[in-house]
Nanobody, 120 residues
Framework: NVHVRESGGDSVQAGGSLRLSCVAS?????MAWFRQVPGKEREGVAL???????TYEDSVKGRFSISRSDDKIKMFLQMNDLKPEDTGMYYC?????????????????WGQGTQVTVSS
């Protein structure tokens, strides 16, 4: 099993920035960020493969940037120009297979989440 732990969530004003971090206990093929608000399904935000390819959800393109450390066990999400609709619990996920699609079912390992709240 791989354990993942995310951090960096906070409350910010619209237009602000946050940087989320995730640390995994081992190397996996793909890592991703998902977010969820109460009453809605978990949605994919961004993913990154161990070799570098990335995928972004349309609403965050140009504002968010995903990256991984050289040792591949850390992942980051730089979030700029935050909007109230970015509010949610952000989850780090890791998986052993690659898919360019942001699908929760492709990820076996999940963190507990870190809360991001953006106020207008």
């Amino acid at each position: 099993n791989v354990h993942v732990r995310e951090s960096g969530g906070d409350s910010v004003q619209a237009g602000g920035s946050l940087r989320l971090s995730c640390v995994a206990s081992g190397v996996t093929v793909a890592m991703a960020w998902f977010r969820q608000v109460p009453g809605k399904e978990r949605e994919g935000v961004a993913l990154i493969d161990a070799l570098g390819p990335t995928t972004y959800e349309d609403s965050v393109k140009g504002r968010f940037s995903i990256s991984r450390s050289d040792d591949k066990i850390k992942m980051f999400l730089q979030m700029n120009d935050l909007k109230p609709e970015d509010t949610g619990m952000y989850y780090c996920a890791a998986g052993s297979t690659w898919s360019p699609q942001l699908r929760a079912r492709d990820y076996a390992y999940w963190g507990q989440g870190t809360q991001v709240t953006v106020s207008s």
